[in-house]
């Protein structure tokens, strides 16, 4: 458990400014992001049964939260992301093509190592765009990312247009690169060090390529095998000046066909999931075409209203100890 506290931090807004700015921050940026893509707000799960497929094996290690359904003597678990779920939801909802719909997912990450960024609530809008299968290309992933840019881009202006004392702190322009592309550039660092050095040389870079392996036999990143196409995702990585490090504020990718499922499953050595009611509707060709990813409300408000620790804008448990050196450093966690 890492954490980085920043010297002579002074938080600019307080407790009750900083739950107004919340508020508005994220009205805004949902509504900006729901015109930008043509997105219907839609109700979610908070559980699922496993055998759907639904849940999100995010990288393949973490344990979902589960409980007993008493009335069907059978587990259920609590969502770790809406990732499988929204496209199976765009066939329900007949959603057309090139429109797409968000929903709050609130998730328990229970594995996760609690630090500046990491709390064991995730929070974040989960969004889904419904494409042609001609769309699953490079050209269209830069595309949609180019677009939803332009709203934190948006977001940057208006909070800078209700607290002057702030600046801007986006790039007109994002960079797009590739894990391969930092590997080859900084190969003795590790891939959390090389982000950091591409985003303290461009502030605002979409990193193309998480979950497959790359020329050295490492993989940037885990990611699960049986929603995003390896080849044809990425993350939103930011510089984020308070922590002087990257800050990873989005997740996306051209969701995979059924050629696309059946390799990462095969290289996952997860091919059993084809079992499941999700991976059997995908590979008999009865789900749409998607694009779609993850945005993280309590970082965008962390980042946006330059706050040092997630724990200032989202209510969570903390270490006795991260507690103490936060609050010695001026830092209230909620």
């Not at 934190?152 to 209700?162: C, E, H, L, M, P």
């Not at 600046?167 to 592309?181: A, G, M």
């Amino acid at each position: 458990m890492v954490m980085i506290i920043p010297e002579n931090y002074k938080c600019e807004l307080g407790v009750l400014e900083t739950q107004k700015a919340i508020k508005n921050l994220k009205d805004f940026f949902q509504s900006e992001l729901s015109k930008e893509l043509s997105l219907l707000r839609v109700s979610s799960p908070l559980f699922v049964l496993p055998e759907t497929g639904t849940n999100d094996n995010l990288s393949g290690v973490e344990t979902p939260v589960s409980f007993v359904v008493p009335f069907m003597n059978k587990k259920a678990e609590i969502v770790q992301s809406l990732a499988k779920w929204k496209r199976m939801a765009i066939k329900r909802y007949n959603i057309p093509v090139y429109e797409g719909i968000y929903a709050d997912m609130n998730a328990i990450r229970k594995d996760e190592e609690l630090d500046n960024l990491h709390s064991l609530y995730v929070d974040q809008w989960d969004w889904e765009y419904h494409i042609k299968k001609e769309d699953r290309t490079y050209e269209k992933l830069v595309w949609i990312v180019e677009k939803i840019y332009e709203v934190f881009k948006r977001a940057d202006r208006y909070i800078v247009s209700i607290y002057p004392q702030f600046t801007p702190l986006l790039p007109d322009k994002i960079t797009f690169v590739t894990s391969q592309d930092l590997e080859n550039e900084w190969p003795n660092l590790t891939p959390k060090e090389r982000e950091k050095a591409i985003v303290k040389r461009h502030k605002a870079v979409f990193l193309i390529g998480i979950g497959g392996v790359l020329e050295s036999g490492e993989k940037h990143d885990g990611r699960s095998p049986d929603y995003d196409d390896w080849e044809l995702n990425g993350d939103l990585l930011f510089y984020n000046p308070v922590l002087d490090d990257v800050i990873e504020l989005s997740s996306m990718g051209i969701r995979v066909d059924e050629e696309a499922l059946s390799r990462q499953l095969e290289i996952a050595g997860a091919e059993d999931r084809k079992s499941f009611d999700y991976h059997r509707e995908l590979l008999n060709g009865d789900l749409p075409y998607t694009i779609g990813g993850g945005i993280g409300q309590s970082r965008i408000c962390m980042f946006f209203l330059r706050k040092a620790h997630i724990g200032e804008v989202q209510v969570g448990i903390w270490p006795n100890g991260m507690i103490r050196d936060c609050a010695k450093a001026g830092i209230h966690l909620l």
